[in-house]
């Protein structure tokens, strides 16, 4: 497993934009699948975005296509979230996930790293 922490998250008005990071320990980063969930108030957690160890396949949710993209750098061991056109129904603690296969990116299952979270909140 690889150790993963989140950066990037805090206060913004809706239409505002926010780029999230997470940094992975371990030499093996460039091997694994990256993703990025996110559970708001009261709500069940749910799939947000994915990317494979490459870089050249990535996932959806629809919430949020056309507005974020992920992306990695693998030299450095970081994954990233732009989220541009931030709207209300963003708000939630986003974490980021690590994992061996990309199949099934949008099960929870498919992911078995997680970082702690990283707080976002866009007021309208």
């Known amino acids: 497993q690889v150790q993963l922490v989140e950066s990037g998250g805090g206060w913004v008005q809706a239409g505002g934009a926010l780029r999230l990071s997470c940094a992975a320990s371990?030499?093996?980063?460039?091997?694994?699948?990256m993703g990025w969930f996110r559970q708001a108030p009261g709500k069940e957690r749910e799939f947000v975005a994915g990317?494979?160890?490459?870089?050249?396949?990535?996932a959806y949710a629809d919430s949020v296509k056309g507005r974020f993209t992920i992306s990695r750098d693998n030299a450095k061991n970081t994954v990233y979230l732009q989220m541009n056109s931030l709207k209300r129904e963003d708000t939630a603690v986003y974490y980021c996930?690590?994992?061996?296969?990309?199949?099934?990116?949008?099960?929870?299952?498919?992911?078995?790293?997680w970082g702690r979270g990283t707080q976002v909140a866009v007021s309208s």
């Open positions: 990317i494979n160890w490459s870089g050249g396949d990535t």
């Open positions: 996930v690590a994992g061996r296969i990309f199949n099934s990116a949008t099960m929870q299952n498919n992911w078995n790293s």
């Open positions: 371990g030499r093996t980063f460039s091997s694994y699948a």
